[in-house]
């Protein structure tokens, strides 16, 4: 099994560009969740999904948009990139809403 | 509201010395699951150990154990003998049932084992 996919592992944005992370899973979880994390600090939600067409905010939403259309995929799409999206962005996914979750490798971002 | 606090933003110890590493959660939910991740300096995020909040026994595995106490709302994480290995940063992390069932963080600590 492949787990959670991210890709790409890393990106550098000029401000104001776009771009979307790909997050995709095979073991046919529900839950599924996009964290940042800056340096020095532990995760900070952005949005997650308890299933698909199913997505609601985390902690730190703003500049960031999601869709959920299958149950494998799970995007996170940066519109006008700024300097603060500067960070490493986790995908994760869950059986259920008790069990641990599994990580993507992480997407380093850079916004220049 | 929840929370998880890490005070030890770095330690620093000499291989073969036992290490633990703190963890203060927050929450009124009586169900609640506790976690700790390993992430080491490739940058992956590793998945340690689980536990639920109506088991409180400590668990040990290898050289790992975690002493899980509600009356003070602490998930510590000891090391014996340590080992350049294990040099990495520790997250200790509360998972509620509402929004979502998602992982709420501790800050991390900034484990180095030096040789």
Known sequence: ?112 | AQKVTQAQTEISVVEKEDVTLDCVYETRDTTYYLFWYKQPPSGELVFLIRRNSFDEQNEISGRYSWNFQKSTSSFNFTITASQVVDSAVYFCALRIRNQGGKLIFGQGTELSVKP
């Open chain 1, 1 to 112: 099994n492949a787990g959670v996919t991210q890709t790409p592992k890393f990106r550098i944005l000029k401000i104001g560009q776009s771009m979307t992370l790909q997050c995709a899973q095979d073991m046919n979880h529900n839950y599924m969740y996009w964290y940042r994390q800056d340096p020095g600090m532990g995760l900070k939600l952005i949005y997650y999904s308890v299933g698909a067409g199913i997505t609601d905010k985390g902690e730190v939403p703003n500049g960031y948009n999601v869709s959920r259309s299958t149950t494998e995929d799970f995007p996170l799409r940066l519109e006008l990139a700024a300097p603060s999206q500067t960070s490493v962005y986790f995908c994760a996914s869950s059986y259920d809403s008790f069990y641990g979750y599994t990580f993507g490798s992480g997407t380093r971002l850079t916004v220049v």
